[in-house]
């Protein structure tokens, strides 16, 4: 059973705890919060034990409370208050944060040279199946034109950086992204290739926001798999499994 410590609880991350939570190959072990202000010991999910990252001491912490893997749904930020620990202690990490900068990103590849490590703005299972159909679809007919539809809450400021993910997989400007801010929407990506006399659309919609812990759980699952250290996208975890069905099937 893979022991697993979650950073991050705010709507996606009470989602993701969810999941972890309901799967009998995983133990939630613990959940850390940005900031332990106004933070009881306790969670929602029973009696696992609460901490905030901005008053505890990670390293102590993980000393007496060890897990296999962590989990992150928080911010940006919290990757340099837990990612030594992640290099020191070889642990496996999946973080589905979309808004990293360049200098952070090159520093979670970093920790791919001591520990397994996977980074996706997007860790839904489906999406990811999107973006590799559309690559595919893009190479088979390289002269279509794209284009990309992202629809989400109305509060989210920026645009979607999976929308980003998928334009950069296709080799197309960010100005090819429409973003549409509604009411009751949890997320929408639609790519569109326009064709002479036809279009196709690929297209996921994300219904409830345990569907990135699903997508996380089955990036445990696989990082678990691997021999060796590395960094890995939810693309090569993808084209593993898929490989190995097709010498199988």
């Not at 009470?14 to 969670?43: E, F």
């Not at 970093?110 to 159909?133: D, H, K, M, Q, W």
Request: net charge negative; charged share 20%.
């Amino acid at each position: 059973m893979l022991k697993i410590g979650l950073i991050g609880y705010g709507k996606a991350g009470q989602a993701v705890a969810n999941v972890l939570c309901a799967d009998p190959a995983l133990k939630l072990s613990w959940i850390a919060k940005r900031t332990n202000q106004g933070a009881d010991n306790t969670s929602s999910h029973g009696s696992i034990p609460v901490i905030g990252l901005d008053t505890t001491d990670f390293s102590e912490w993980l000393d007496t409370h060890p897990v296999d893997a962590l989990v992150d749904f928080s911010g940006p930020g919290a990757i340099h208050v837990y990612g030594e620990e992640v290099r020191r202690r070889k642990l496996m990490l999946v973080t589905g944060i979309s808004a990293y900068s360049d200098v952070e990103l090159a520093y979670i590849r970093s920790l791919g040279e001591e520990a397994r490590v996977i980074c996706s703005p997007n860790i839904t299972l489906g999406i990811n199946f999107v973006i590799l159909a559309a690559k595919l679809l893009r190479e088979i007919a390289p002269h279509a034109d794209i284009a990309i539809l992202e629809e989400h809450f109305r509060n989210k400021p920026e645009v979607s950086g999976t929308a980003r993910k998928i334009a950069a997989a296709l080799d197309i400007e960010d100005e090819s992204i429409t973003s549409l801010r509604l009411g009751g929407i949890v997320g929408h990506h639609e790519v569109v290739f326009g064709f002479p006399y036809q279009t196709v659309r690929i297209s996921h919609d994300s219904i409830r926001r345990e569907a990135f812990g699903t997508g996380a759980v089955f990036a445990l699952r696989e990082l678990a798999t691997q021999t060796g250290p590395g960094y890995y996208t939810f693309e090569d975890l993808l084209m593993q499994r898929m490989r190995s069905q097709w010498l199988h099937a």
